[in-house]
């Protein structure tokens, strides 16, 4: 039994690819505590995958209920993979979730969907092979309302799934991160310590409640991130923004050919 959770933006396609993947194997209820509507099912090939609907989310830090729900179901769950649906017409802002999925330690296949609407689009067209290269995870193009490659995406859960990319930063952001991360060996899942790390570094109040540090290790973790502060003079929480963006802006740099600029370029 395996099990693979629908991460992506609202909108993105993830009911859609859902049925696409499950047909009529389904069984909805909802999240314990909230009015979420929670829906599970398992591949119309293969029983033994399991899919799991979640709330349509812009980021991983949780403000609203549709956040907590699907922030806590990735965290606390024993999944095999994030699906991560992603709006191919939308891939910028798109991405700002996947980084931080990727972040979390579970390994992430991207289900690059609407890609029969970005076809029509003349304008601009995405190199998958580079896109899935520089962020070294699956990534397969697909159409969930033509049902568009939804085979090859099953065969892609079916095959082994090799440990997992996290994308790396501003080598001076990195050295502060695997300084946290050192902080919390023996307090967090491995897989997960560069997830809690980022967050020790947005001085995330419940996480460091949670870990139970001692006043030194806190003055210490002060430390680290006021350092990080004075390198790059900005706030933590703003360091961190501004790497992702960096990173997305670099990757679209790579994968996406916009055509406008191209005629600009030549007149
Ligand atoms: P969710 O909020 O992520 O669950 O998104 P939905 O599955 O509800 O889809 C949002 C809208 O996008 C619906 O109108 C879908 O019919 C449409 N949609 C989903 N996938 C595709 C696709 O691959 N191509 C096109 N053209 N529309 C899609
Ligand atoms: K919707
Ligand atoms: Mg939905």
């Not at 309302?145 to 790396?168: C, F, M, R």
């Not at 501003?170 to 991160?177: C, V």
């Amino acid at each position: 039994m395996s099990t693979f959770a629908l991460v992506g933006n609202p909108n993105s396609g993830k009911t859609t690819l859902f049925n696409a993947l499950t047909g009529s194997n389904q069984h909805i209820g909802n999240w314990p505590g909230v009015t979420v509507e929670r829906k599970a099912g398992s591949l119309k090939q293969d029983s033994g995958v399991e899919i799991q609907d979640l709330p349509g989310i812009y980021s991983m830090s949780p403000y609203s209920s549709e956040e907590i729900v699907t922030r806590n179901y990735i965290l606390e769950t024993r999944l095999d993979g994030i699906i991560d649906v992603v709006d191919a017409t939308n891939l910028e802002r798109n991405l700002y979730l996947t980084l931080q999925l990727m972040e979390t330690g579970v390994p992430v296949v991207m289900a690059l969907n609407m890609m029969d609407l970005l076809d029509k689009q003349k304008n601009r067209s995405i190199n998958i092979k580079k896109l899935a290269y520089i962020l070294d995870i699956p990534v397969v193009s697909i159409s969930a309302l033509k049902k568009d490659n939804v085979e090859k995406l099953v065969t892609q859960l079916h095959s082994e799934i090799k440990g997992y990319a996290t994308p790396q930063y501003d080598p001076r952001l990195e050295s502060a991160i695997e300084m946290l991360q050192k902080k919390l060996v023996g307090k967090v899942p491995d897989n997960q310590a560069r997830w809690f790390a980022i967050k020790l570094f947005e001085r995330d109040e419940n996480i460091l409640a949670e870990m139970r540090f001692s006043d030194t290790q806190l003055k210490d973790i002060n430390n680290i991130i006021k350092m990080a502060e004075r390198i790059f003079d900005d706030d933590s929480d703003s360091i961190i923004v501004n790497a992702r963006y960096d990173y997305i802006a670099r990757i679209i740099n790579m994968s996406v050919i916009d055509n406008d600029d191209f005629t600009m370029s030549m007149s």
